[in-house]
């Protein structure tokens, strides 16, 4: 599976860390990914805000949709 494309984190700039938070239902594809920690299901971490992405090393989600638009 190719790397996804990603921001860098806010907090070390590295994007090695760096998953992209998916949203709503995941396919079996995404769970597998997550299982190997390439993405963040955003279902059990749903809140106000609706970052993009989570960094492993920093333990951080950023770049919220509501403050890009
Ligand atoms: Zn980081």
Redesign the pocket.
């Known amino acids: 599976m190719r790397k996804p494309k990603v921001s860098s ?6 994007t090695d ?2 998953v992209p938070i998916l949203y709503g239902y995941p396919t079996d594809e995404a769970m597998a990914a997550a299982e190997r920690d390439e993405i963040v299901l955003a279902g059990c971490m749903v809140g106000d805000l609706d970052p993009s992405y989570y ?1 492993w ?2 333990l ?1 989600a950023f770049e919220y949709a509501r403050q890009l638009a």
């Not at 984190?9 to 590295?14: A, D, H, I, L």
């Open positions: 984190c806010p907090e070390c700039g590295k860390a760096v960094c090393r920093c951080i």
